[in-house]
């Protein structure tokens, strides 16, 4: 016998080789038909492996993100089989999960695939699925799996065994199809019930671009037909709200191929909400003790060799600038933090100064791949509302917890109110990431999670996330459409201050090192401006929206009075325009909703007569006709119930 060990603790005795669903059937029937993966102390299993020592056992159901990512991991490898039957001579490489659905990278030879060709792939899958064949792993030796994939002129596949040790290698097999996998599949293919291949793009093989590029095929499937339909459903609404789509029609931000790709331009609406939303941050972090400072956006390459960011990043992003002197380097900053220790190091401190706090909305620059980039959420130049605190060890603990606050200040003034939090920490397997001494990132990982712990946050604790300087708590949030994103972020260092000799003279008059902390309550301008279009769907809230009005005078005879209005609403401190065009009111009005313009005021004979307008809100309400001081009134009371003070 031996003893398995339950997510909640309790611990079932079996007989030695029992496997993973006999396990769950144990426990009850209902159990058993829901679950299809698992893990054993921690590495992933098949629901039919045999347990053969003691240890922990997690089973998991579609519920489960592992659950899912099996499901979707297993459908990839039906899919393949589907493309194999449907183009002959293809050669099929990778197929893993992502984080909605999977894809599979094809070499296609001859044969050319293209949305037309979706439906034939999906009902040939589906067809394959309902068979209900088992999955089933074998061991097969180098020798064996090299002559399989020779045999089949996969150079691909051959290449990644090649990198393989003898003893490590794994097929699946199901049906009549054989992949090379490492595990982790459904019992069987009859759990798949509904298939959608999405889209195809191309992909280099292996990511690098000096290599081959293959095909992408993105698919995605549920245990349900339903599910599917409202997957698709949500896929639409995604659509609809797409920050790129949105951006264009809201005249806020573009992009040129001249200026360059990844680096956008900020149209006048989007640099005055940018505006704005740097005036609210400055404001609150004025109140929390910040002070702003401003760097240069380049620096010497040595600075970013002493940070650890030349290592880690120089490769990978712009190349030094050389400057006419020999051997002088500079590089476009990639981060702020370095640039901010200097500026601590410009002046000795006392224990009695500190915490210092230093506030900087930095543009930073970093080489992505172009087939990378993505609207705003992925660029090459962006603009972080970073900070760093330097502070004793003593006042970690509070420090952190003061930023947890100003980081929920912000998402809840931005409708932001569905997050969880991730307590980012290291990878104990793959010290090589990591820069700094065990015991200051122990130290480190323990003042996030006590800090989590009493501000009673609902967090969870994920291993290998960490900064390669540091672990952080990041702030979860899911949007509008239930869709999960990392938006801002906060981190504990005691490398940096080690690695650019930062001090301050303690009680007992000696040189004491401060303990940094990192943060950024929005992460980056551009991409919280794109989470923030799609969440909102372009209404931003009353407060942020570049123009709150438009007034709108029913002929050229009421124009007078309309800038009369204007000047009111402007004196009130409302953000409003006029539109003047020789076009119907009817027209003006659905234009100024496509343009997501909270209020419109129409002024005709009427109002102007009365002294008043007519309000209509975005969205069709009729407010009725309303002088414009009450007009003030109500915009200032919408404003004030979504932002509140700091």
């Not at 396990?23 to 698992?38: K, M, P, T, Y």
């Not at 609406?269 to 400055?282: I, M, V, Y």
């Not at 006029?578 to 119907?584: F, G, S, V, Y």
Request: proline residues 4%; negative net charge.
């Amino acid at each position: 016998m031996i003893d398995i060990t339950l997510p909640d603790g309790a611990v079932k005795k079996v007989a030695d080789g029992t496997t993973a669903i006999e396990v769950a059937q144990s426990i009850s029937e209902g159990l058993a038909r829901n679950v299809i993966s698992a893990s054993f102390n921690d590495e992933t299993i098949e629901t039919s492996t045999p347990l053969t020592e003691n240890g922990k056992l997690t089973l998991y159901t579609w519920n489960d993100d592992k659950g899912k990512k099996a499901f979707w991991h297993s459908t990839s490898h039906v899919v393949a089989q589907a493309l194999e039957e449907l183009y002959p001579g293809i050669k099929l490489t990778i197929g893993p999960a992502i984080e909605n659905g999977f894809y599979y990278d094809v070499d296609f030879g001859a044969h050319t695939i293209s949305e037309k060709d979706f439906p034939q792939i999906e009902k040939r899958a589906l067809e394959i699925a309902r068979g209900k064949h088992d999955f089933m792993m074998r061991e097969v030796s180098k020798k064996d799996a090299l002559d399989y994939y020779q045999g089949q002129n996969n150079e691909y596949k051959v290449e990644l065994i090649e990198n393989l040790e003898d003893g490590d290698i794994t097929f699946c097999d199901h049906s009549t199809f054989t992949d090379l996998c490492r595990g982790g599949h459904i019992p069987n293919t009859g759990f798949i019930k509904a298939i959608k291949i999405l889209n195809v793009a191309g992909a280099y093989w292996r990511g690098d671009e000096n290599n081959k590029q293959l095909t992408r095929v993105y698919g995605i499937s549920f245990p349900k037909q339903k599910e599917l339909t409202e997957y698709l459903e949500l896929l639409e609404e995604a659509k609809k709200r797409d920050h790129r789509k949105l951006g264009k029609e809201l005249e806020l931000f573009t992009f040129s191929q001249k200026v360059g790709q990844g680096l956008p331009l900020w149209l006048p609406k989007g640099a005055a909400l940018r505006e704005r939303l740097e005036d609210f941050l400055k404001k609150a972090q004025k109140k929390a003790g910040y002070e702003m400072v401003v760097t240069p956006h380049i620096g010497q390459k040595e600075l970013y060799v002493t940070s650890g960011h030349y290592e880690k990043y120089g490769e990978d992003s712009f190349q030094p600038i050389h400057t006419p002197k020999e051997d002088e380097e500079f590089l476009l900053k990639p981060m702020n933090c370095p640039h901010h220790c200097e500026i601590y190091n410009s002046s000795p401190f006392s224990y009695k100064d500190l915490p210092i706090r230093y506030a900087e909305f930095g543009t930073v620059y970093r080489y992505e791949q172009s087939g990378e980039l993505h609207g705003l959420t992925r660029v090459r130049g962006f603009t972080q509302d970073d900070a760093h605190i330097f502070c004793t060890p003593d006042q970690l603990n509070q420090e952190f917890k003061n930023v947890i606050d100003l980081s929920l200040y912000v998402l809840g003034s931005l409708g932001f109110e569905d997050f969880t939090a991730q307590v980012s920490v290291r990878d104990l397997d793959k010290p090589e990431k990591y820069i700094g001494a065990v015991e200051n990132w122990e130290r480190a990982e323990k003042a996030i999670i006590d800090a989590a712990d009493e501000k009673g946050l609902d967090y969870v604790v994920e291993s290998g996330e960490a900064a390669f300087y540091g672990p952080k708590l990041d702030f979860m949030i899911k949007d509008a459409l239930g869709r999960q994103w990392q938006l801002g972020t906060i981190q504990v260092d005691y490398n940096l201050p080690e690695r650019f000799d930062l001090t301050y003279k303690g009680s007992d008059n000696e040189l004491h090192r401060p303990v940094m902390i990192h943060r950024a309550p929005f992460g980056s301008m551009e991409r919280f401006v794109a989470l923030l279009l799609e969440h909102t769907g372009g209404n931003f809230p009353l407060w942020l929206i570049p123009v709150q009005a438009i007034v709108l005078p029913v002929s050229e005879k009421h124009e007078k009075y309309a800038e009369k209005v204007l000047n009111s609403l402007e004196n009130h401190e409302i953000r409003a325009l006029i539109d003047k065009r020789n076009e119907t009111v009817g027209k003006k009005i659905r234009e100024a909703e496509l343009k997501k313009i909270p209020f419109m005021i129409v002024v005709g004979e009427n109002e102007e007569k009365a002294n008043t307008i007519s309000v209509r809100r975005h969205g069709g309400e009729d407010l009725g006709s309303i002088g414009t001081s009450d007009f003030s009134d109500l915009v200032s009371t919408e404003i004030n119930s979504t932002l509140k003070s700091f």
